[in-house]
C-alpha cells in the first residue's frame, strides 16, 4: 500500500469516551458534553496534551437507562440530561478546530421500548408500525415462537397481553428489535445516518451490526454445551444473516456522499474469518477485534491473535485493537496489573499503539485507571445487579480522575459511580507533572507514534515463531523499520528473534525504563522486567 494512500482513520488515534464518565459540567455527578468540551484541550490542542486523533462517544440520546443509552427513545435527539443539539454543535465545531474528529454510536439493532416506533407498534395488530419490529405467535404446541434466548438471560421473547403476541428482544425486554426486514423502518434508519453527518460527525460505531437480521422463518437454534441458555445454541438464524451485506452497502453508499466519513462494527463473535467479510469497500471501514479484552497476560496468546485477524483481514482490510472499553468487566490494568500496575500498562500501552491498525483508547487507561470495588449495593447497571459478583460493567465506567480534588475533580456533585479511592495518588494533573508517569510515557508514545512513518503505516512482521516471556516484531515501510520488544514478566527476559533483521544498526528511540540499556545484539536482546522498548533502524 503507498503512503499516499492510507486514510486518516487508519493513522488515527481513537479515544472512547463513556459521556456520562468523563466530565460534569453543572455539578449532577454526571458528564455531560459541555464537559467534554471543557476538556478538549487536554485531548489535543495544548502543550500538555495527549495527543489523540479522533473521539468515539458512546450513545448520548433520549433514554430510560435500561441499559445506559444502548436503549434508545429517540435516535436524532440529545438526552437533556447531557445537552442539547446546540451544545452538541458546539462540540463539534470546537473539536474540529482541534483537529479531533467525532464518531458517535448508531445502536440500530433494536431501540428502546419507549420509542415512539415500538409504541405505536405494540399499540394494535394492524397499526402501519406493527412490523417494524419482530411480533410472533407461540409455534403450536409450544410455549414460545422458537427456542432463541436473550444476551442477557432469559428467553428472547416478551408476551405483550394487550395484542397477544410475542416480541422479538435480543437483549433486554426493554430493548425490542428492530425488523430491518421493513423497508420502511430501514428507511427511517438510514435518515438518522444522514442527520448526524448532516451536523458535522466524521463517522459512526455500530453497535452489534451483525445482528440486523434474523433468518425469515425463525427456526430454532441447535444446541451446544455451554453456561448461560445463550451459550447453549448455536447462532445460526440469530446472527450473520445474508441480508446484512445489502444493508451495509446501502449504508456505506450515504457515507461516501459525505467524503472523509468512516465507520466501524462491533462484531458479536470470535470468528476473525467472518468478521472480515464485513470490511470492503462496499461495506464497513473495520470491524472490532475485541480478543485483547479477554486476553490473558500471554505474549504467546497475544502473538496468535494478532496473526489470526492479520491473516483473516488480509491486505485489503485494516484491523484495530481494543485493550478495554465499556461493556468489559476489568479494566485492562486491573486485569494484568496486580502488584505491578504502571509498569504493565506501559508495556500494555506500548504493544497496543505499535500494532498495524487502528488503536481504540478507553478513558482513562492513560493514567492507568483501576477498576473500583463496588458492592452490589452500588450498582446501577441492570445487567451488573442481574450477573454480580461474576460480571460487572460498572466498575470499569467509573467516573475520570483529573486531579486530588473532591471527587477527583469530574464534579462538585455526587458522582452517579463512586469514585476510585485512589484517586489523589492516579489522576491526570499529577501525572502531568511526573515524566516518569503511565500518561507521560503514553503521550511520549502518541509522539513517537506521529513521527514515524514505520509504526503507523508499516508490515507487522513478528520475530518469534512462538514467544514465550516476551514479544518482539517488526513495523516495516520500505526502509524504515520500528522494532518493538515487550518484556511481559516481573524479571529480566532475554529475547531471541528467529529470523535476521533488515538492518545492523539500531537506535534506541523509548523504553519504558528510566536508564535502561537496552541493546540488539546479533539476533538477541536483554530487557529489564517490564520493560517495552521501541528501536529504529539507523541508517
Known amino acids: 500500500m503507498e503512503k499516499d494512500a492510507f486514510l486518516w482513520w487508519q493513522e488515527a488515534v481513537f479515544y472512547h469516551i463513556y459521556l456520562r464518565s468523563f466530565m460534569d459540567s453543572n455539578d449532577d455527578g454526571l458528564g455531560d458534553i459541555c464537559g467534554l468540551i471543557s476538556r478538549l484541550d487536554y485531548l489535543k490542542g495544548s502543550p500538555d496534551s495527549l495527543g489523540i486523533d479522533a473521539i468515539w462517544l458512546s450513545p448520548f440520546h433520549p433514554s430510560p437507562d435500561n441499559d445506559f443509552g444502548y436503549d434508545v427513545a429517540d435516535y436524532c435527539d440529545i438526552d437533556p440530561r447531557f445537552g442539547t443539539l446546540t451544545d452538541f454543535d458546539h462540540l463539534i465545531h470546537e473539536a474540529h478546530k482541534r483537529d479531533i474528529r467525532i464518531m458517535i454510536d448508531l445502536v440500530f439493532n ?11 407498534s405494540r399499540s394494535s395488530k394492524d397499526n402501519p408500525k406493527r412490523d417494524w419490529y419482530i411480533w410472533r405467535d407461540a409455534r403450536l404446541g409450544k410455549r414460545w415462537p422458537n427456542n432463541w434466548e436473550s444476551i442477557f438471560g432469559g428467553k428472547a421473547w416478551e408476551w405483550n397481553k394487550a395484542t397477544q403476541q410475542f416480541f422479538y428482544h435480543m437483549f433486554l425486554k426493554e430493548q425490542p428489535d428492530l425488523n430491518w426486514r421493513n423497508k420502511k423502518a430501514q428507511e427511517e434508519l438510514m435518515q438518522t445516518v444522514r442527520f448526524w453527518l448532516d451536523r458535522g460527525v466524521d463517522g459512526f ?7 440486523w437480521f434474523k433468518h425469515q422463518d425463525l427456526p430454532d437454534n441447535p444446541p ?68 485483547f479484552t479477554g486476553c490473558p497476560w500471554n505474549p504467546k496468546v497475544f502473538q496468535e491473535n494478532i496473526l489470526e485477524w492479520e491473516l483473516a ?10 485493550l478495554s472499553n465499556h461493556d468489559g468487566p476489568r479494566r485492562h490494568v486491573s486485569r494484568y496489573g496486580k502488584r505491578h500496575p504502571d509498569q504493565v500498562a506501559k508495556v500494555a500501552a506500548t504493544m497496543l499503539l505499535t500494532l498495524r491498525g487502528t488503536p481504540f483508547l478507553y478513558y482513562g487507561e492513560e493514567i492507568g485507571m483501576l477498576n473500583v470495588p463496588l458492592r452490589r449495593g452500588q450498582l446501577v447497571d441492570p445487567v451488573s445487579r442481574r450477573y454480580y459478583p461474576f460480571h460487572s460493567r460498572d466498575q470499569g465506567r467509573t467516573p475520570m480522575q483529573w486531579d486530588a480534588t473532591q471527587h477527583a475533580g469530574f464534579s462538585t456533585g455526587n458522582p452517579w459511580l463512586p469514585i476510585h479511592p485512589k484517586y489523589e495518588s492516579r489522576n491526570v494533573k499529577s501525572q502531568l507533572s511526573d515524566p516518569h508517569s503511565v500518561l507521560s510515557f503514553y503521550r511520549s508514545l502518541l509522539q513517537l507514534r506521529r513521527e514515524c512513518d514505520a509504526l503507523r503505516q508499516g508490515q507487522f512482521v513478528p520475530l518469534q515463531s512462538s514467544p514465550k516471556l516476551g514479544l518482539a516484531y517488526l513495523r516495516s515501510e520500505g526502509d524504515n523499520h520500528a522494532l518493538v520488544a515487550l518484556n511481559f514478566k516481573g524479571k529480566p527476559i532475554r529475547i531471541q528473534f528467529d529470523c535476521a533483521l533488515p538492518h545492523d544498526s539500531w537506535k534506541l528511540a523509548i523504553s519504558s525504563h528510566t536508564n535502561s540499556d537496552a541493546g540488539i545484539h546479533g539476533k538477541e536482546m536483554l530487557l529489564k522486567p517490564f520493560e517495552a522498548v521501541i528501536f529504529f533502524s539507523d541508517g
Open 224 to 291: 451446544r454445551i455451554g453456561l448461560r441458555g445463550y451459550d447453549r445454541q448455536h447462532h445460526i438464524y440469530d446472527i450473520d444473516q445474508p441480508e446484512m451485506v445489502e444493508a451495509l452497502a446501502g449504508f456505506r453508499n450515504i457515507l461516501n456522499s459525505y467524503p472523509g466519513s468512516v465507520s466501524i462494527g462491533e462484531f458479536l463473535g470470535n470468528k476473525p474469518k467472518i468478521a472480515a467479510l464485513y470490511c470492503s469497500e462496499q461495506q464497513l471501514h473495520m470491524v472490532f477485534n475485541f480478543d
Open 110 to 120: 433494536h431501540s428502546s421500548n419507549q420509542h415512539p416506533w415500538f409504541k405505536e
Open 313 to 322: 483481514l488480509g491486505d485489503f482490510c485494516w484491523p484495530c485493537y481494543v
Open 205 to 211: 460505531r455500530l453497535d452489534v451490526f451483525n445482528l
